[in-house]
């Protein structure tokens, strides 16, 4: 068990330094779609091309960081059901969940967008729009998101049977960074006395219900 958690750590590790990296394809997409708007007004001119490169850049960020979302467990989750019960029987129904469901899911679309991927390489498929880009990039991002989904499935399986051993803490927990102007504002309150409020703020940051 050491060594998959070991192996779960590289995984979480890979997982995060992709996202953090992705997460720069947002700003991109915002610069090509501003400058997109500016070139169109100033001087009436458009390309297909600027409005599918921000279809791809769209299409990696969500594809790409599916895991990244997984590991931090920000998936939307229905919790009228699950926020009821113990941290361990939410940890056996994530399990079931990914054995049964997730990867299923993940490995037939992986193997599915493949062959459809290759095809569009081989024949060297071009958009039909006018001025419009070369299809296999953003094929090709399918099967890729899939796997980077798939890796990291396995890396919450790893955490979730541990946790159910004793090994680690609950990794369904969400750990909850306060930021500096939180941190500043509890300090100020905490300089002038007002503790009570100093700690309803800091039990709001961490995401616990304050006490009455």
Do not use: C
Request: proline content about 3%.
């Amino acid at each position: 068990m050491n060594a998959l958690l070991a192996l779960s750590r590289l995984v979480d590790r890979v997982t995060e330094r992709i996202g953090h990296t992705i997460y720069w394809l947002v700003l991109a997409a915002v610069l090509i779609s501003a400058a997109n708007a500016v070139v169109r007004k100033a001087f009436n001119y458009s390309s297909n091309s600027f409005l599918e490169i921000q279809w791809y850049l769209f299409s990696a960020i969500f594809l790409f960081l599916a895991g990244y979302t997984l590991k931090n467990n920000e998936h939307v989750r229905i919790d009228i059901v699950t926020g009821r019960l113990s941290a361990r029987t939410r940890a056996m129904i994530d399990i079931f969940g990914t054995l049964f469901f997730l990867l299923p899911m993940a490995f037939l679309i992986m193997q599915l967008s493949w062959p459809v991927f290759v095809d569009a390489y081989v024949r060297h498929e071009v958009s039909t729009n006018a001025g419009g880009l070369i299809i296999w990039p953003a094929r090709i991002m399918v099967p890729i998101g899939f796997f980077l989904l798939i890796v990291q499935a396995f890396s919450e399986l790893i955490k979730r049977v541990a946790f159910l051993k004793g090994l680690i803490p609950d990794p369904s927990e969400k750990v909850v960074e306060k930021t500096a102007e939180e941190q500043l504002a509890e300090e100020i309150l905490r300089s002038r006395g007002d503790l009570a409020v100093a700690s309803e703020i800091e039990q709001i940051g961490t995401g616990k219900e304050p006490k009455s």
